[in-house]
């Protein structure tokens, strides 16, 4: 009777607050990005490693080597910077799993709001110095199955824990994520449908405020080769926009007016309004890999380009990835250095 009444009263405490869902809830989480990610402009969900946000967990058991990573991140000329520390490995037979923190930080946030005044009501310019940051964590587990020689399927679910703290205010979410990945091993090809905020995202922010992300719905295309005759192996990366059209605005109209001056219309479309949202809201990127060696990558993302390169060292142990994303207000660009046993 007890467990019951506890049970009621959480339903109800949830229920009797005010809630709010929001479809940017959880959009700085795409900060958590490892830098091949970027470079691919975030096509590779059905080939990254499945450990940082965006990624698809059911990659996890397609990774026989243990990866330790840390990566870090500039944005907009030093106005704030992420990093992310990340690992995955080999667990069960035919099993895979990752942990990755991430930390996003806003330094020297000026807030005047309690500037000191004058006798005749002018404002001194007097601000506190303060700062804000976000914390990601995240755990996930996938399995493969083998069908026959030809396929494969993967199974995967993470479960992600963030913190975010703005200047009055501090915010704690939680969320669930799962992929399902088909491989077709003769062909290199591969597919992940992925599910994101499965429940919704939740972040309590006080007594009387919680807020909701909405779930989002990809899937994923790729193409992994290794040839001869160049040397080398291609990879090449497809990731749809959020098929259930959750992710806010995915359309931008531009008008002319009548002094011959573009404007850009931000707007929200769904896939049944626009299906051609499949092609420009989507991600395409590719990889090149020279003798194990040295790999080159370029990724395409709503005409936003992007581009990086990755090299191995000793014997293919550690490795160092660079990457860069250009913006309208400033390019930013990451590097990693992983180590690999």
């Not at 990566?71 to 520390?85: G, P, V």
């Not at 995955?88 to 991430?102: K, L, R, V």
């Not at 494969?152 to 975010?164: H, L, M, P, Q």
């Amino acid at each position: 009777m007890e467990k019951k009444l506890l049970i009621i009263i959480c339903l109800f405490s949830i229920i009797s607050a005010e809630t709010e869902f929001n479809e940017y809830s959880n959009y700085n989480l795409e900060l958590m990005l490892s830098p091949i990610s970027v470079a691919l402009g975030g096509a590779d969900l059905s080939m990254n490693s499945g450990i940082g946000f965006g990624g698809s967990p059911s990659n996890l058991p397609y990774d026989s080597l243990n990866n330790l990573s840390l990566s870090y991140a500039n944005y907009f000329q030093n106005t704030f910077s992420s990093s992310i520390l990340s690992y995955n490995g080999p667990a069960d037979s035919g099993g895979g799993f990752g942990i990755t923190a991430g930390y996003v930080y806003i330094p020297d946030i000026e807030d005047n709001r309690d500037s000191p005044e004058t006798e005749n009501g002018t404002i001194v310019y007097d601000p506190k110095i303060k700062n804000c940051s976000d914390i990601f964590a995240r755990f996930a587990y996938g399995h493969k199955f083998t069908i026959n020689v030809k396929w494969d399927i993967a199974a995967g679910v993470a479960a992600n824990a963030r913190r975010t703290r703005l200047i009055d205010y501090s915010g704690y979410g939680i969320g669930l994520d799962a992929g399902l990945k088909v491989v077709h091993k003769p062909s290199g090809l591969s597919m992940v449908l992925q599910i994101d905020n499965i429940t919704t995202h939740y972040t309590y922010w006080s007594e009387d405020y919680r807020e909701y992300a909405y779930p989002h719905l990809r899937f994923g295309l790729g193409y992994e080769k290794s040839f001869q005759y160049i040397y080398g192996r291609i990879r090449i990366g497809y990731t749809s926009t959020d098929l259930l059209s959750n992710s806010g605005v995915n359309y931008i109209r531009k008008e002319i007016d009548t002094n011959d001056i573009s404007v850009e219309t931000l707007e929200h479309k769904t896939i049944t309004d626009k299906p051609s949202l499949l092609i420009y809201d989507s991600k395409i990127g590719a990889e090149y890999t020279i003798m194990n060696r040295l790999a080159l990558r370029i990724g395409l993302t709503q005409g936003k380009f992007n581009f990086g390169a990755g090299l191995q060292f000793f014997s293919n142990r550690a490795g160092l990835d660079f990457a860069y994303t250009k913006h309208q207000l400033a390019g930013t660009y990451q590097v990693s250095v992983r180590y690999l046993w």
